[in-house]
């Protein structure tokens, strides 16, 4: 079964830092791009961050671009993202999704259940 | 990297048919094939509709269908079902190396 499932969300103070995890299995993992999107309460789907099969090519939305950096460990069959200075607005359901074949912020086919991260005093 | 433009919602009654429009620029929607669509049932996850502005992955419903125009993507939903009340969103890849989603739009059954 192809699965990704994420960790390391949780409660943050505003400045701080977390790093996310998400731990894939049922595909061959270096093949794809991989995406990270998150949504906010009430709010709609925004991607975050992608990176290409081998990690040579990244990419980031404006609002986390500086702040957040995504990396993958094709040996781990597993992708990351650290989170540095957050803010409250980062507060949000956090999903790793699988990207195109080989690259990425082409369409994302499967997606991981999230994890929480929430940024508050 | 603004948002591509979606209306907020549609509706329509059983069996009709609607469309859901995705409004960019020249530098996402309109310059590149890779407009994706997803529905998102809220407590489930996000499902790819449509990649490469028309295409189906393996099981989806071919009453889903999308197309292009300029900077404008569209997914119209055929034959209408309850099942389909959901929230719909586009994405496109971008000019910067980057993808941006739509707003979203909340499809409802009457």
């Known amino acids: 079964e192809v699965q990704l499932v994420e960790s390391g969300g949780g409660v943050v103070r505003p400045g701080g830092s977390l790093r996310l995890s998400c731990a894939a299995s049922?595909?061959?993992?270096?093949?794809?791009?991989l995406s990270w999107v998150r949504q906010a309460p009430g709010k709609g789907l925004e991607w975050v961050s992608g990176?290409?099969?081998?990690?040579?090519?990244?990419g980031y939305a404006d609002s986390v671009r500086g702040r957040f950096t995504i990396s993958r460990d094709n040996a781990k069959n597993s992708l990351y993202l650290q989170m540095n200075s957050l803010r409250a607005e980062d507060t949000a359901l956090y999903h790793c999704?699988?990207?195109?074949?080989?690259?990425?912020?082409?369409?994302?086919?499967?997606w991981g259940k999230g994890t929480t991260v929430i940024v508050s005093s | 990297q603004s948002a591509l433009t979606q209306p907020a919602s549609v509706s329509g009654s059983p069996g009709q048919s609607i469309t859901i429009s995705c409004t960019g620029t020249?530098?996402?929607?309109?310059?590149?094939?890779?407009v994706s669509w997803y529905q998102h049932h809220p407590g489930n996850l996000p499902k790819l509709l449509l990649y490469?502005?028309?295409d189906r992955p393996s099981g989806v419903s071919n009453r889903f269908s999308g197309s292009k125009s300029g900077n404008t993507a569209s997914l119209t939903i055929s034959g209408l079902q309850a099942e389909d009340e959901a929230d719909y969103y586009c994405s496109s890849y971008t000019s910067s190396s980057t993808a941006v989603f739509g707003t979203g739009t909340r499809v409802t059954v009457l």
């Open positions: 020249s530098s996402d929607v309109g310059g590149y094939i890779y």
């Open positions: 490469d502005v028309s």
């Open positions: 049922g595909f061959t993992f270096d093949d794809y791009g």
């Open positions: 999704a699988r990207d195109s074949f080989g690259d990425y912020g082409k369409l994302l086919d499967v």
């Open positions: 990176i290409k099969w081998n990690g040579g090519s990244t």
